[in-house]
């Protein structure tokens, strides 16, 4: 009987973003599945980036572009020629759009405006998931979860930024796409996502890995902010699922959509540093506070009950086997695994799992 995976095979698959951490896990999952998968984004920032150290320039059709030109995207698509669309590529990091408010809203608003617009013009894509995040939600610090019909909104530039990109999705959805029934469209919204090949600065896990490894104390900022932690593999299950489901029905299932671990999931910054030095077998833990750190909020998670009854999609790992699978990553890339066949292994027990 076939399942969701076997969607994928000799499809034709653009991703946005495909050097990124997500979209790296992304593309390699694809491809795994049997997708020709296409790439368009910004050349990766490292040598060790986990879109180089899988070399997925060997397995996937990549092009170096920016989502903030139009003209390239539209060549690129017409090139590839995509029935599925994942729309990931952005600039992801809170902390770095205090700095670059700018380059924030013109990423990850225009960038969307584009990609969305470059869609309008090609009748040959008929599945459109467009990520953005769980921050796109005004977070009135309340201790349930969002919903997608909840308000969006942002007080901070990254925030902002997402809220904004929903609401071009929902413009283009209602204004162009809604009497293309051939085309299933939705946006996503995740949680704090954690896993193994993620580098980016101001983050967690990178940051506790790189502290660990030169074996420096962990320093965190706000150790009580309470996030909903899920490994990477969770949310693209979700994607991917979703993106069956459209493929199937393109009418039944357009929309938004959260995905997010249960609420045992929410865990604080403290628990996931703690955790990681327990698998890692040393470290310790320093709070340094700066005045002039920019505001953190406290708590935030999603309610999933629609992803839970629409797509029967369910978290697969709860927070124990998510750091140990991250922390695990790491360490058995530090000693010298090759790390294709980690991501390539982690996978596997997901999906089997």
């Known amino acids: 009987m076939k399942t969701w995976t076997d969607t994928f095979r000799n499809k034709r698959v653009l991703v946005t ?21 296409y790439g368009f984004a910004l050349p990766p920032e490292r040598d060790y980036d986990h879109y180089n150290t899988l070399g997925l320039a060997d397995r996937i059709h990549h092009r170096d572009g920016d989502v903030r030109d139009l003209s390239a995207i539209l060549d690129f698509i017409e090139e590839a020629r995509p029935e599925f669309v994942f729309h990931l590529a952005a600039q992801p990091l809170v902390r770095h759009s205090y700095n670059e408010p700018k380059l924030t809203f013109d990423t990850n608003i225009g960038g969307t405006v584009n990609v969305l617009d470059a869609i309008r013009h090609t009748p040959g894509v008929k599945v459109l998931v467009t990520i953005t995040s769980d921050k796109c939600y005004l977070n009135k610090e309340w201790c349930w979860g969002y919903r997608e019909n909840d308000e969006l909104g942002g007080k901070d530039p990254y925030s902002a ?4 990109a929903e609401l071009v999705y929902l413009a283009y959805q209602e204004s162009f796409f809604r009497d293309r029934t051939h085309l299933g469209a939705a946006s996503v919204r995740a ?20 502290a660990l490894r030169a074996k420096r104390p962990i320093e965190l900022r706000n150790p009580r902010a309470t996030r909903p932690w899920q490994h990477v593999l969770e949310p693209l299950s979700g994607y991917l699922l979703l993106a069956s489901r459209l493929y199937e029905d393109p009418v039944q299932f357009r929309g938004s959509y ?18 990681l030095i327990k698998v890692w077998g040393e470290g310790e833990i320093r709070v340094t506070r700066r005045e002039n750190d920019p505001p953190e909020a406290g708590l935030l998670h999603l309610n999933c009950d ?5 797509l029967g999609w369910y978290p697969r790992w709860g927070f124990e086997k998510t750091v140990e699978q991250t922390a695990r990553w790491y360490k058995s ?4 695994a090759d790390a294709e066949s980690v991501t390539r292994r982690q996978i596997i027990e997901y999906m089997e799992g």
């Open 191 to 210: 949680g704090n996502v954690i896993g193994g090949g993620d580098w980016s600065a101001d983050r967690i896990v990178p940051d506790c890995i790189r």
């Open 333 to 336: 890339v530090s000693e010298g």
């Open 161 to 164: 930024s997402k809220a904004a």
């Open 17 to 37: 973003g495909d050097t990124g951490f997500k979209g790296s896990w992304l593309s390699y999952w694809l491809s795994h599945l049997g997708a020709e998968v």
């Open 258 to 275: 959260n995905f997010g671990p249960e609420s045992r999931g929410m865990h604080t910054v403290e628990d996931v540093a703690r955790a």
């Open 306 to 310: 629609k992803a839970h009854h629409t």
